[in-house]
């Protein structure tokens, strides 16, 4: 019997669209989804008070509806199973009375103890509400449950993926009329900066591999003239380059290899390689460092070379980049090398000139130098244009490297300077009608009016140019988790990781995104997650980018609020990690603080709007400490006191494990700055910011509080004569009073049993 379909979700909207495509759009004239991206920033999400409940339980149920409808219209003619005599069964009964009982359970539980994530009192981890499209498209997939390893298991999902991939590496400007790029998702930025920096190690050695073939392959003999172009833009044989050379070529070109060697094979070769593709599979399958591994790679291929690869990050790395160092062999030591930062937490490009000079005087190979978009400790954003600089002078001296933005928490940012542009369609075949989203000027005219500095502004602005980036739309995409994501500027990278098997893809058929990469099972229900929060918020100036600009706005607010928090008689002072601009160290911040909120950016002089923009940190982590203040005005000169101070601070303002989330007031968190991990001159700067000596031989630590701000809605929602951030510092105020009230105390008591 054929297929039925009925109206609950309007199947019939669901319309074929040009070259394979599918619209999501309707048939009475309605918007194509891809045109989508507008609207106020009130429909994006449920609201910290459910204020969108009746909309968002009427949406999930078109959900419920629709995967019923879809099960019963399937193959009517097919016989139930569950039958009506079923449920009126004691067992049957009995099971549904155990499912109700626990699950009433789990909902308890879950109100209880689940930290209110969704609450503008909620100022602590990288967690916020999702938003209501991105829930929608997860959930009513998940009731599908796609499985994207494979396009025979996710034969809408998969295309959702590599559409989802298309937009981001879109957002961040990519030029695809030039060269293709391409992405896909992965369960978090740990596995995006993984895979990156496995494919920097394939890339890095792979011409080696190449140029072994062309030696002892006789099956390649004919390809032993290939000829690729040097640093120094001359041109010589593959063959005839020495081993450092080879380790030193550019990606694209190493990456058109494949193609050039098809060419010169011929289509009628006697091995069979008939195209690039089999080319590819050919080398990597035989002589590719993934195949050899380590030992015989360097015993084979290398020509007595001994040297091992190298990855530079800065100290503010997130813990995945040892990680992965580790993962492929390098080492976590030895292969990964820090790079110095700046008392703002920012890359110094005096330490990385340092290391590649290091790296070339001992013919040490740079994998990659991976400038950081946004650390997840400061939202301190990397001197990227001066890193893609620095790779240019040294590419004159002869050494080459991968440069990767690991933009896993602020990638998304880049929406807030990005020109709108079309989401892509959900293509069954590899034919693209438009490519009206590749622009070579992709951001706005005026960026005046977003509230990043000019260095981050500058620096975002350049993450085009990148080899890879990492984002995570489960961050600031304020999609559910599982959500991260890798890009790569040229399509041919994914070719570096590539590993089928039988069960994957069948014969002929088009290559979905599961051989790809670290991956293999991943939830389809997360890429239409994102695709549909991408169709309804469009990561460009008119969604994302309004919504994060609004962020971006809260954080100025509340780094005033902290400057302005303490009057001249309490007993305490506090100090944002991150310092004032240049020139204004004696900013009045409650009266900016106050004409912002009185008068809006609009209405201030450009001066203090200017003013406004540079202040606080480079994206949307306000850290800071607080010290004691004693009567005389003296402050606290013991870090030992700093940090027990903090530490009561942070006990009453999270969670803990087991307690009733009613019982708090607010949510921070805090996090721990040592000599260890960020250097001895920045946590000396700080230090001395706050007035404490080091008080000794390093290693030490640093207790700092540290506020995520996720919420768009604090300044702007009325309190009494101000707005909701007044009743947050409030809170904020009381508890370090608290705190020290009764350090106070425990010290009489102490003194008095002395």
């Known amino acids: 019997m054929p297929r039925r379909f009925v109206t609950t979700m309007r199947y019939k909207d669901i319309q074929p669209g040009p070259h394979g495509t599918v619209s999501l759009g309707s048939h009475k004239g309605l918007p194509d989804i891809r045109s989508g991206g507008g609207g106020d920033i009130s429909t994006f999400f449920l609201g910290p008070r459910a204020e969108n409940a009746n909309l968002f339980s009427e949406l999930v149920g078109m959900a419920v509806d629709a995967v019923v409808d879809y099960r019963r219209y399937y193959h009517p003619e097919d016989p139930p199973h569950i039958t009506e005599q079923i449920k009126v069964s004691p067992g049957y009964l009995e099971g549904v009375q155990v499912l109700r009982d626990k699950y009433n359970v789990l909902l308890q539980k879950l109100s209880r103890y689940t930290t209110p994530y969704f609450s503008m009192r909620y100022q602590g981890h990288m967690l916020r509400d999702n938003t209501i499209p991105g829930m929608l498209g997860f959930f009513a997939t998940m009731m599908h449950n796609p499985n994207n390893v494979t396009v025979q298991a996710s034969t809408l999902t998969t295309f959702m993926e590599m559409a989802v991939g298309e937009d981001l590496c879109a957002m961040m400007g990519f030029d695809g009329d030039v060269i ?175 290391q590649l000079d290091l790296a070339l005087q001992n013919q040490q190979p740079v994998l990659m130098t991976v400038a950081v978009m946004g650390s997840t400790e400061e939202t301190a954003v990397d001197p990227l244009g001066d890193v893609l600089a620095i790779r240019e002078e040294y590419r004159a001296k002869g050494l080459e490297f991968v440069v990767h933005a690991d933009g896993a928490w602020g990638g998304y940012f880049v929406s807030t300077l990005r020109k709108d542009f079309d989401q892509p369609p959900v293509r069954f075949d590899q034919i693209d009608e438009d490519l009206s989203r590749w622009d070579k000027h992709p951001f706005l005219p005026d960026i005046s009016g977003v509230h990043l500095n000019e260095h981050t502004k500058k620096h975002m602005m350049r993450i085009r140019e990148c080899d890879s980036v990492t984002v995570d739309p489960h961050k600031c995409g304020y999609i559910q988790y599982p959500a991260g994501a890798i890009c790569y500027r040229n399509t041919e990278y994914k070719n570096l990781l590539t590993f089928g098997a039988p069960v994957i893809e069948a014969p002929g058929q088009d290559a979905g995104v599961g051989i790809y990469g670290v991956e293999g099972s991943r939830p389809g229900a997360c890429a239409a997650g994102v695709f549909l929060s991408h169709a309804v918020i469009r990561p460009s100036a008119s969604g994302y980018g309004k919504l994060l600009n609004r962020v971006l706005f809260n954080t100025k607010l509340f780094y005033l609020h902290v400057l302005s928090l303490a009057r001249p008689d309490d007993p305490f002072v506090v100090v944002p990690l991150a310092p004032l601009p240049p020139g204004n160290n004696n900013v009045d911040a409650a009266a900016l603080l106050d004409r912002i909120r009185k008068e809006g950016c609009d209405k201030v002089p450009a001066d203090d709007l200017n003013l406004f923009n540079e202040l606080g940190p480079d994206q949307n982590i306000v850290d800071y400490t607080f010290n004691l203040r004693y009567p005389n005005g003296m402050v606290n000169n013991n870090l030992d006191l700093l940090n027990k101070l903090n530490s009561g601070i942070y006990d009453r303002l999270h969670v803990h494990p087991g307690d009733d989330v009613e019982k708090y007031d607010l949510m921070i968190t805090q996090t721990q700055m040592s000599t260890g991990d960020y250097g001895q001159p920045f946590i000396d700067a700080y230090l001395g910011r706050l007035g404490v000596s080091s008080s000794g031989k390093p290693p030490y630590t640093v207790n700092v509080n540290r506020s995520v701000i996720m919420d768009p809605w604090s300044g702007e929602t009325p309190v009494g004569h101000g707005d909701f951030f007044d009743v947050v510092f409030g809170v904020l105020r009381q508890t370090v009073l608290d705190v020290i009230k009764n350090m106070q105390s425990q010290s009489k008591q102490e003194a008095a049993h002395v």
Not at 217 to 238: I, Q, W, Y
Not at 271 to 287: H, K, P, Q, R, T
Not at 317 to 333: E, F, M, N, R
């Open 180 to 354: 293709e790029p391409w992405a896909h998702l992965t369960a978090d930025g740990t596995v995006a900066n993984l895979e990156a920096s496995w494919a920097s190690r394939e890339l890095k050695y792979l011409p080696a591999a190449i140029r072994y073939a062309l030696l002892n392959d006789p099956n390649l003999e004919k390809a032993d003239e290939l000829g690729v172009a040097l640093l120094d833009g001359s041109h010589k044989r593959l063959v005839a380059l020495s081993t450092w050379q080879v380790l030193n070529l550019k990606l694209d070109e190493i990456l058109a290899m494949p193609a050039k060697i098809s060419k010169l094979l011929g289509p009628n070769n006697a091995a069979g390689l008939i195209d690039e593709a089999a080319v590819w599979s050919y080398l990597l399958g035989n002589y590719s460092l993934n195949t050899l591994g380590w030992l015989k790679f360097y015993g084979t291929c290398l020509d007595g070379f001994t040297s091992g690869g190298v990855i530079l990050a800065p100290r503010t790395k997130h813990y995945s980049w040892p990680k992965a160092a580790s993962i492929l062999g390098c080492g976590s030591g030895a292969g990964m090398i820090d790079i110095e930062v700046d008392e703002r937490a920012r890359m110094d490009v005096h330490s990385l000139r340092k």
